[in-house]
């Protein structure tokens, strides 16, 4: 049952990282000495709520624990990850947060496919004969005087 590159080995490794002792760690993810041991040890599959305590008294993500135990796929992860990043950073107001968002979220959407081929036949944007190229693309816009 228990396997060399699982979660529980995992979990082992980064509490060792974080130098904390299992009674420690149990205490900060507030789940029993018992449980947290079988669990490194691959005997029990915690649930959602214990991973994300886990996570917490770690300083890992919860997104980083989930992928781990299987529950998230990396590119879940990684864009759930750099969304948090952006939401969490103290450095930006909430405006800044919501543009870094939306061009995040819009880059990860037409790197996908389906919106860049909808945004193209929609119309808008460079070539589109509506007025709205922005310039970002192609020649440069003329300028008259």
């Known amino acids: ?74 590119d879940e992860a990684e864009a759930t990850n750099t969304a948090d990043a952006i939401r969490h950073d103290p450095d930006l107001n909430e405006d800044q947060k919501l543009a870094l968002l939306s061009v995040y979220h819009s880059y990860r959407t037409s790197s996908m496919g389906g919106a860049a081929a909808s945004a193209r036949g929609s119309g808008g944007g460079p070539d589109s004969g509506d007025g709205t190229d922005d310039g970002a693309k192609g020649a440069p816009p003329s300028w008259t005087t």
């Open 1 to 74: 049952m228990s396997d060399s590159f699982g979660l529980g080995p995992y979990l082992r490794a980064q509490r060792r990282l974080a130098r904390l002792s299992l009674r420690q760690m149990a205490d900060l993810a507030g789940v029993s000495n018992p449980y947290l041991s079988q669990i490194e040890r691959g005997l029990h599959e915690p649930s959602v709520r214990i991973l994300r305590s886990i996570a917490e008294a770690l300083n890992l993500s919860a997104e980083t624990v989930l992928e781990q135990a299987g529950l998230l796929s990396r």
